[in-house]
């Protein structure tokens, strides 16, 4: 889709040979359908990341894969192998899985909410405001995503510590300083990358959806 460029388009008509009063409605149209567009690609984005994450915690709950490798971690520091370990693991992974599905869920409504209400006839003003709107909700969710991560990752640790003590195990103190640095470094690199992934799929939608906002403002801001 071409982009759209007001200062083109201003040019463009002042070149004509019969000057026309500037079609308002038509410049607002063009730009507001753009929006909705680009409001409509991170619904879908968000919409595939819905169902790809939905599969794939599915597939490691069934599996177990997840539960293992976490297991595998404490037994590397000293843990036992239990029946009510694998258990009370299995209960946090589901716990945690239901409820980042159900947040990334919440944000798939609100994208599709805010979609609906940008209307192509809508008044200027109201249109900024939910385009404003609409960023905010973007923010919000790569924000909560990145929290999600991190307290994820501390409630992991933090069960880490638990099953050490409740089974007794001292752990020396260079391998607890390494499974700390570890953790650090294994979370910041996970940070980084969910960051990155939503500064490059979503921020290129978002910038040209700042531009139309800008675009909206300078008509705004003017009479024609």
């Known amino acids: 889709m071409p982009e759209f460029d007001l200062d083109s388009f201003k040019k463009t008509w002042q070149e004509q040979p019969v000057q026309q009063k500037y079609d308002h409605s038509a410049i607002l149209e063009m730009l507001n359908r753009k929006s909705r567009n680009y409001v409509k690609y991170i619904l879908w984005i968000s919409v595939v990341e819905f169902i790809f994450f939905s599969v794939l915690g599915l597939f490691y709950i069934l599996q177990g894969k997840e539960s293992n490798s976490f297991i595998s971690i404490l037994e590397k520091l000293g843990a036992r192998k239990t029946t009510e370990l694998e258990g009370s693991l299995d209960n946090i992974y589901v716990v945690l899985k239901v409820l980042s ?6 944000f798939v409504y609100k994208f599709y909410q805010n979609y609906k209400k940008i209307k192509i006839e809508e008044n200027l003003k109201k249109l900024i405001l939910k385009i404003i709107q609409f960023k905010k909700t973007v923010n919000a969710f790569i924000l ?8 994820f990752t501390s409630i992991f640790t933090l069960f880490i510590f638990y099953v050490l003590n409740t089974q007794n195990i001292e752990v020396t103190n260079s391998t607890l300083t390494g499974f700390i640095i570890g953790t650090i470094i294994s ?4 940070v980084l990358l969910i960051w990155l992934y939503y500064k490059i799929v979503y921020g290129i939608i978002m910038r040209k959806l700042d531009k139309n906002l800008r675009q909206l ?5 003017q009479e024609f």
């Open 187 to 190: 979370t910041a690199v996970a």
């Open 144 to 151: 909560i995503n990145i929290i999600l991560l991190i307290s």
């Open 101 to 106: 599905l159900s947040i990334t869920a919440y």
């Open 217 to 221: 403002k300078e008509i705004e801001s």
